[in-house]
């Protein structure tokens, strides 16, 4: 799947070993390599199994979130021009083949 960043903070983050270890910890930050490399393996998100993959909900909705370590999460939009969708309007997530990566964090706290 192709990958892309909200910001040049978060490819940063996603890109640098060093800079993700010294913001989220060893663990999480392992964590993170670990669900890139499935984002970057996989076809579609609706291959991925790792990481409880889920669709949120409220104000994160249109958003898709991995699990980390320590509560964090990795939270990705659909990327594609146009977004697929399903009937009743939601994203078609087993469909998305480009991401956007929007947030790395504890977004409960």
């Known amino acids: 799947m192709e990958i892309l960043y909200a ?3 978060w490819q940063q983050l996603c890109e640098s070993r060093k800079e993700a270890e010294k913001k989220l910890g060893t663990d999480c930050a392992r964590k993170l390599r670990a669900r890139l490399a499935d984002l970057e393996a996989a076809r579609r998100v609706g ?4 990481g409880n993959p889920h669709p949120l909900k409220g104000d994160r909705s249109g ?3 991995l699990n980390l370590a320590g509560g964090y999460r990795l939270v990705f939009s659909a990327a594609n021009d146009p977004a697929p969708l399903q ?4 994203i078609h997530w ?3 083949t ?3 990566i929007e947030f ?3 977004y409960h706290g």
């Open 7 to 9: 910001s040049k903070k």
């Open 47 to 50: 291959d991925l199994a790792a």
């Open 63 to 65: 958003q898709f979130a």
């Open 87 to 90: 009937q009743d309007g939601s």
């Open 94 to 96: 087993y469909a998305v």
């Open 98 to 100: 480009i991401v956007c």
């Open 104 to 106: 790395i964090g504890d």
